[in-house]
């Protein structure tokens, strides 16, 4: 069975301060992966998507960056970090395109102070 | 670009009640429809999808979703609530040629015993 695993669970960060949040799936090989932001208590915001290691794309600018060093991982980070990053960061993988089910981590609470 | 409404921002019913959560979508190509559960602080559950066919579908824990291309809806109904199903319940659309899901701004639904 397949696992999706974020880390950490939450964070409490200064403004200003660099961010490094992961994702692991475990279980399946080759899956499309995805970052989404939500504000508390609001919609999602997808950020980005990787379809293949090395390669992310960016559907919204919010001065964070996204990786996939391997195939299981993806990494949301930023070298500084501002007060509108709070809220909740949701990983997510499906086995193809658009047309597939999201399974999505249970997130990480960021709060920026 | 893809857009997706969902009208009511709270629901409340009681338990053993009907219960039916409208989405309207605005898109002019082919497009995937979703609906996904989200309980406090946690990721996101699939519910069902939509894309060709039967426009009823039948997803998990007795919910049902209805596709109407002339009404760009796709309301998720179930027929007898249980307090558990107290959630916030996102509506997401997909274009069928990129990766790009955007997601409603969630309806919070309260089932009272």
């Known amino acids: 069975a397949q696992t999706i695993h974020q880390w950490p669970v939450a964070e409490i960060k200064a403004v200003g301060s660099p961010l490094s949040l992961g994702c692991t799936i475990k279980g399946k090989s080759s899956p499309n992966l995805y970052w989404y932001w939500q504000a508390t208590g609001g919609t999602l915001q997808q950020l980005f998507y990787s379809i293949t290691v090395g390669q992310v794309e960016s559907v919204v600018q919010l001065n964070l960056s996204a990786s996939r060093p391997k195939d299981d991982q993806f990494i949301l980070s930023t070298e500084k970090l501002l007060l509108s990053h709070s809220g909740f960061y949701l990983c997510a993988w499906s086995s193809g395109g658009s047309n597939e089910r999201l399974f999505f981590g249970h997130g990480t609470k960021l709060s920026v102070l | 670009t893809q857009t997706v409404s969902q009208s009511d921002a709270h629901v409340t019913v009681f338990e053993g009640d009907s219960v039916e959560l409208r989405c309207n979508y605005s898109y002019g190509g082919s497009i995937y429809l979703s609906w996904y559960i989200q309980h406090h602080g946690r990721g996101l559950q699939f519910l069902l999808k939509?894309?060709?066919?039967?426009?009823v579908v039948q997803g998990v824990n007795g919910f049902e979703a209805e596709f109407s291309k002339s009404d760009s809806s796709f309301h998720l109904r179930k027929a007898s609530v249980h307090w558990s199903d107290s959630a916030v319940y996102f509506c997401?659309?997909?274009?069928?040629?990129?990766?790009?899901?955007?997601f409603g701004d969630g309806t919070q639904l309260v089932v009272k015993p």
């Open positions: 939509y894309y060709s066919g039967n426009p």
């Open positions: 997401a659309v997909s274009a069928t040629n990129n990766n790009r899901i955007f």
